[in-house]
């Protein structure tokens, strides 16, 4: 007899958007997370008394008619969720050494910024949007394909996508400008995607800039609201989800010569039967650990073997005493740019020497006490900064206990978060004076916490060999095993709960939309941002129409 219809192993967006869909289809589902708090990058987490969000910085696509949106309200948490709008003139800054230029809501506003600020540009960035648009069009169809027809019809109606998609970006960027600071504008947020855009398929980045073409949203009471709303949902319908409840294995039996999975079992020994189960960890957590390389075929055993990890990062963690106000600091993403070369930030992060010094090629920076207020304790506002790092120069303490590190390994993190500061200083002039809190987190933290492979943030790099019809597959070799998350079909916030409502489509054999009919049951709100109007520029004429 099965314990639960369904087990999910871990709490993050994709296993929980998974868990809410088949508990909302009457199925019996059990949650397992082997950390103390909820929802994988999602998670909010305290440091004497100060909130932090390290993977949740801002969301796209929640307007009406939005797929975040509709995913939100369509598995009925909509009600249960708030989010804020970040600066709509300006929700990513991306600061050189003396200027910044800011990135508004709408396509066509960041157009003719761009255009007003680099005119003799004119021509190449009115083509580049351009190409962007017919790129993003060529990604909806592409959602549909089922069969080479619509791989042959794709190529009729979008074949921007086919001739384009998998190009580099940063060679793209190159065939329509030149100006090396209007390539660094227009290449800066690959962080958002976590690869060099020497290396990234322009579809993908694609992708995430259209997400957030209509502007970009905080949840109030940072990340951890989101699977604090799922997990009610989840205990209404019946489910469960237990904490500090780490999976030793997944348990595989023999059915007709075909591996079945039968259920999980627990570090401590218990056994638990599902006829289902969702792996929303990692791909090599997945394979290698739960699984079992023995277990998989020789093909699938390879390709696990080849996968390349996305890169990791260092991630500060700051309450400040500053004033914020006099420095005129917003909700936007600050993008800090000490080089315009922006793949020189993706080289360091390949490298297995940390000893320099100096800044950070690059960083990102946001004010989360400026997202969202409620997060702002005794007049202390909150800051959070990363840089991209390789897991290499820290692989010599992987096997140390969390709580008991050596003490050469505190002395290297005091160096990296000396230089992570001297990175944003640029933004906030001052903050090494007006420290009130300051913790510093690198690749063995994210490991620790959200059971990350070598500290990956982004599941598997984003590589051409690893996206799209090359990803992990949602539905995997072994009979009643489920995969989903940032190493398969996407990632993100919006990419993750994608894979949990395919996992979900996959095992009932519903389509989406027979998933998603919770609407009704609330909508979820949204509290534009104090500055009423975009600043438009000068109106200027386009070269390229739609």
Known sequence: ?????????????????????????????????????????????ALEGHKFSPGVHYVGQLGEGGRTREILEGLGVGADLEFNQLNPDGYDHIVFEDETFDIPRGRDNFMRRLVQRFPHERR??????????????????????????????????????????MKPAATIIDRYVTDVRLKA?????????????TRVPFALHVAIEAHYWDGGWYPRGGGG???????????????????????????????????????????????????????????????????????????????????EPSVSALSLFIATDLDIDALGLDSGNYWIMHDT????????????????????????LTVTTRKDPGKIKDGIHTIEAFTFVSHKPFARWENSEMESRPQEYADFKERLKDRLLASIERVVPGI?????????????????YVNAYCGNVYGTAKSKQQIGPKSLPVRTEINGLYHCGQSTAAHGVLGVMVTGIMAASKITGLPS????????????KLHSCAI???????????????
């Open 124 to 165: 190449g960035i009115g083509h580049y949007f351009q190409l962007m648009r017919k790129v993003d069009r060529g990604l909806s169809q592409a959602a549909d394909i089922t069969g080479i027809g619509d791989v042959l019809k794709l190529l009729l109606t979008a074949p921007a996508i086919i001739f384009h998609g």
């Open 513 to 524: 939309s027979e998933i998603l009919t919770s609407a009704d049951e609330g909508e979820l």
């Open 185 to 197: 504008i227009l290449e800066a947020r690959s962080g958002d995607h976590g690869m060099t855009p």
């Open 225 to 307: 609201a989101i699977p604090k709303a799922f997990i009610s949902r989840l205990k209404q319908n019946g489910g469960e989800i237990r904490m500090r409840t780490k999976v030793a294995q997944i348990i595989l039996e023999v059915d007709d010569q075909q591996k079945r999975s039968v259920g999980v079992r627990l570090e401590s020994g218990e056994e638990l039967r599902a006829k289902t189960v969702i792996s929303n960890a990692d791909a090599w957590v997945t394979y290698n650990n739960l699984v079992g390389q023995k277990n998989l075929s020789e093909r699938l055993a390879a390709r696990v073997e080849r996968l």
């Open 1 to 45: 007899m099965t314990d639960w219809d369904v087990i999910v192993i871990g709490s993050g967006a994709g296993g929980l958007c998974a868990a809410v869909a088949l508990s909302n289809l009457g199925k019996r589902v059990l949650v397992l997370e082997q950390h103390y708090l909820p929802g994988g990058w999602t998670h909010t987490f």
């Open 341 to 364: 070369d922006v793949a020189a930030t993706y080289r360091l992060a390949e490298t297995d020497d940390l000893t320099g010094d100096g800044v950070f090629p690059g960083a990102f």
């Open 532 to 546: 009423p109007t975009i600043r438009q520029p000068e109106e200027v004429a386009l070269h390229a129409a739609e």
């Open 432 to 448: 090494q004076d007006h420290l009130v809190l300051c913790e510093l987190g690198t690749p063995l933290t994210n490991t620790h």
